[in-house]
């Protein structure tokens, strides 16, 4: 394995085990079996969401409209479904074809008409937005079925359901990434769109489709928070956008494309999660939270820019007689 | 990465230079079209603008009287001082997420720290443009020296600073002496003082764009390393660009405050997307050095009358996100169309 290549996503794992010696010492309750279960189960959702974002990011693009994908899936499904088990077997499908319909309309928006990825993802964002609170009226919805439910916090032999869906993501998006022309076609993508497809990389569909997963990812993370806080709220997408980012910049992605991997973005998006049940055992406002999170992503992608590879004179040699990385 | 474009603006003298004698003679028709296309990301949103005007003007009595400019004008003019320093921003190439945090920590510092005292609450006025720009000179350090992305780098800021706001007023209140949030209602000759500071807006606007260091932040949005040859230093300018974007983020928080007479953690937020939007929908590229403030302004009008105007046809105030998510995807498609006819008439 060409471990220079990866150094970023190391540095992420690392910083992961490093943040949980210290809770271990400064909060010792951390570590329990219950503790560590809400915590991979809540870095789930951001993982999942992150997950799409991963495959935008890699492809040069950035997805602004994961908040109000994430949230119109969770209040149509609820206002659908009507704490109703069996409609879902139609609402699911439904509405994850239609985040993934959302994700392909950006798509073609950035591949074809040439639009800054920022721009058309906002965009969709706040008509998405608009269109579910003149739809709704802003009224809340009723529960979430007892099925999503199930699938957000139910276990299956101590074993918590959305652990073993994330675990099955990440196994088809690690796929994805490294064994299929897709994979292969999105990193040329990110590097260089035109050098691409001079070289023919089909640019067109490889981007459609990672913006496509985006939207699927979205919403999928989007019905699965509907069963965990058992009820869908006008907002509940906010915290994923910034979340989702910073996941996949900590996982060690470069933010301008053609580098990263699902792998990394899994220890951001437990980085994340374990800072945020570490402070208020610490007794820190959410003030001090952000502050944190600011300082978490400074210094991680800081350390796995190239400005500061002269410290990695300081690590193991990784494989330094290469040349440089592609 | 950034191509040199021969046929783009005539305003961008280093990216031009040479072009010149090397165009074949045309007609008088093409050059005209040429001309109408190249302009076309301004006269898109002057368009825009004044359909809007022209929509809201058959609703309702009054749209074109001195009253409704003094309003229109204070309701845009925070998100106007916001996308001032954003369009700064976007010219260098870059682009500054950090606003909104930096507008939220204006906003708290202002309403706790101002007291009753004149002085004291000038020195702390002050002391809030200060903190912004060196904040912003901070993301112009860091993204040079670390050489990072600007979008993660003020991503982070942004986040520091919001937990900063949260920190010293966790929630919405705090107070303003009396004397400060008369601003907003003072005026002179019929103008509000907002549509003052909006001629002083322009003035510095005209001015700036000529001095070195506005000449010198288009050139390297336009092409960062001919720029660098050219002797404009790389961590200079990102300090200038982003430590302008902090100041005028801390001048529309110190704005707003004249307007809510409260500081709020949380408000920064709902300036940071629409400060872009506002420059996109001006024409302002976000692959630098093209736009102006002109077009920024223009861009946040537009903005502003569409909450007008969903607030006079008495519909759901939720259609206001999706007229100006329509709005900016418009503007932003038929500006690239332009854009490529303008280099196919030319090609």
Known sequence: MNIRRHRAILLAYLGMIV??????????????????????????????VALGQTF?????????????????????????????????????????????????????????????????????????????????????????PQAIQFLA????????????????????????????????????????????????????RTTVLAYTLSGFTAALAGMLLTGYTAQAYLGMGDPYLFTSIAAVAIGGASILGGSGHYIG?????????????????????????????????????????????????????????????? | ?????????????????????????????AIWKSA???RASLIIPCVMLVALLLVYASLRDGVFTLDELNLDTAAAMTLLLAATGQTIVLLRGGIDLSIGGMISLGTVLAATRFGT?????????????????????????????????PFLVTLATWSILSGAAMIILPTDGGALPSGWTMFGVSSWLGLSSSVWLLALLLVFWFWFKRTRLGIAIRATGSNERSAFLSGV????????????????????????????????PTIGKDYILPSVAAAVIGGISLFGGRGGLVGTMIGAFILTLIGNLVFVLEVSSYWQPIVSGIILLIAVLASSIAEKSARRSLS
């Open chain 2, 233 to 264: 230093s790389p961590i200079g300018i990102n300090i200038a660009t982003y430590g302008l974007s902090g100041i005028f983020a801390a001048l529309a928080a110190l704005y707003l405050t004249t307007q809510t007479g409260a500081g709020s």
């Open chain 1, 56 to 144: 935008v990011i890699i492809g040069g693009g950035i997805d602004l409209s994961v908040p109000w994908v994430l949230n119109s899936a969770a209040v149509l499904m609820t206002l659908l479904a009507n704490s109703q088990d069996a409609p879902l077997l139609w609402i699911v499908p439904v509405l994850l074809a239609a985040g993934a319909l959302v994700g392909m309309v950006n798509g073609f928006g950035v591949a074809i008409f040439g639009v800054p990825p920022i721009i058309m993802t906002l965009a969709v964002n706040v008509i998405l937005q608009g269109g579910i609170l003149v739809y709704t009226g802003g009224a809340p919805t009723s529960t979430a």
């Open chain 2, 36 to 38: 109408l296309l190249d």
């Open chain 1, 19 to 48: 943040l949980l010696l210290l809770t271990s010492v400064v909060a010792p309750g951390f570590l329990s079996a219950t503790h560590l279960r809400s915590t991979v189960v809540l870095a789930a959702f951001i993982g999942i």
């Open chain 2, 1 to 29: 990465m950034s191509i040199v474009d021969p046929t783009s603006r005539a305003g961008i003298a280093i990216a031009n230079s040479g072009a010149a004698g090397t165009t074949p003679r045309r007609s008088r028709a």
């Open chain 1, 265 to 326: 973005t899994i220890a951001g998006a437990l980085v994340l999660t374990i800072l945020t049940g570490l402070l208020p055992a610490l007794n820190l406002s959410s003030g001090a939270l952000l502050i944190v999170y600011g300082a978490v992503i400074l210094v991680t992608v800081s350390l796995a820019s190239e400005a500061l590879s002269g410290l990695s004179a300081f690590l193991p040699r990784f494989g330094r007689s290469r040349g440089p990385s592609a």
């Open chain 2, 117 to 149: 005292d004149p002085g004291q609450a000038a020195a702390w006025a002050f002391g809030i443009v200060a903190i912004g720009g060196l904040v912003g000179a901070l993301n112009g350090i860091l993204i040079t020296v670390l050489r990072l992305q």
């Open chain 1, 153 to 204: 916090v139910g276990r299956i032999g101590g074993f918590p359901v959305v652990l073993i869906l994330w675990i099955a993501l990440a196994a088809i998006a690690t796929f994805l990434l490294s064994k299929t022309a897709f994979g292969r076609h999105l990193y040329a993508v990110g590097t260089s769109a035109t050098v691409a497809e001079f070289s023919g990389v089909p640019a067109l």
